[in-house]
């Protein structure tokens, strides 16, 4: 049941990203381009996925369980520290000069072309090496 859930939930998400522009990477770039020729209608995306979030984040605090029963894991601290700031400011780079993030990319395999197969192989080899750096920086610290 789960999978089904998340079948359905991730070609939910897909779709939302391709209708609202989140795939076209001139438009996310002409989103981030604030001082030049800026395209503010991915706002309302914005604004579409924060408000339902809100409340989901709102539900979620007054339960100990999920619909389909597993645990709902406590709420992070706030932490900002050089690893989150490293990351968002890595992430954003990319994002403003590929014009697409993680999921964008898995949505955009179906119609991207060679070019989106390009990077999304290229951002999964960065994800490997990144995760295998980081268990070499873990054996090294203890």
């Known amino acids: 049941m789960r999978a089904l859930f998340a ?11 391709l209708v609202s522009g989140m795939t076209d990477t001139t438009k996310v770039q002409g989103w981030l381009d604030i001082f030049g020729a800026w395209d503010p209608t991915l706002a309302f995306v914005l604004g579409g996925a924060i408000l339902p ?3 989901a984040w709102r539900v979620a605090t007054s339960r100990t369980a999920a619909v389909l029963g597993t645990p709902i894991p406590p709420k992070p601290e706030p932490l900002l520290d050089r690893r989150l700031i490293g990351g968002s400011v890595l992430f954003g780079l990319g994002w403003a ?3 697409l993030c993680p999921g964008p990319a898995m949505a955009s ?5 060679m070019q989106g197969l390009i990077f999304f192989c290229a951002m999964v080899a960065g994800m490997l090496i990144w995760h295998l750096a980081q268990r070499q920086l873990l054996a090294k610290a203890t």
């Open 109 to 113: 395999l179906s119609y991207g072309g």
């Open 97 to 99: 000069l590929a014009g």
């Open 7 to 17: 079948f359905l939930a991730g070609g939910l998400f897909g779709a939302g990203l």
């Open 53 to 55: 979030m809100l409340v």
